[in-house]
């Protein structure tokens, strides 16, 4: 089962490749909400790293098993490297196969939004952060069915660690 997660996982980064190479914002997104953080993209630029800006800011995707925090197990929070706001916690954090880090819920209600995207011809719920609507990556119904079923599928870059 795992090897076939693997092989989706790099069939997806594959797709999204191009996504990632054109910087283009990949967020198809249909929200209209306005987001009490705002700032321009050159903010952005001056805030986040290279990495970081593509993912957050363009809606990237980082590669699969070749990030920072897909295979890492300290106790701590995650939080988000544009504000540092918590997002997530490592108590909620699982091995999904996927090569990303995945986690089981948010930290608290209303740290993240959910948004439509209907890029690359398919319809997903993105993960965004509540105060900035900066892209996290998305959520799926794959996740352990007894801590509720969902898979926060989140990028390394869109993630900063703090231990515990």
Known sequence: MKYLLNIAAILLSLAFGVQAQTGKK???????????????????KNILNPVSFRVMVKGGTEAPFNNAYHDYHEKGIY?????????????????????????????????????????????????VEAKTGLHLGHVFNDGPKEKGGLRYCMNSAALKFVGK
């Open 79 to 127: 939080v988000s490297a544009a504000t540092g706001e918590p997002l997530f916690s490592s108590e909620d954090k699982f091995d999904s196969g996927t090569g990303w880090p995945s986690f089981t819920k948010p930290i608290k209600p209303g740290a993240i939004a959910i948004v439509t995207d209907s890029s690359h011809g398919m319809i997903r719920e993105e993960v």
């Open 26 to 44: 990949a967020n198809g997104a249909t929200s209209t909400k306005v987001y009490p953080i705002r700032k321009s993209e050159n903010d952005w």
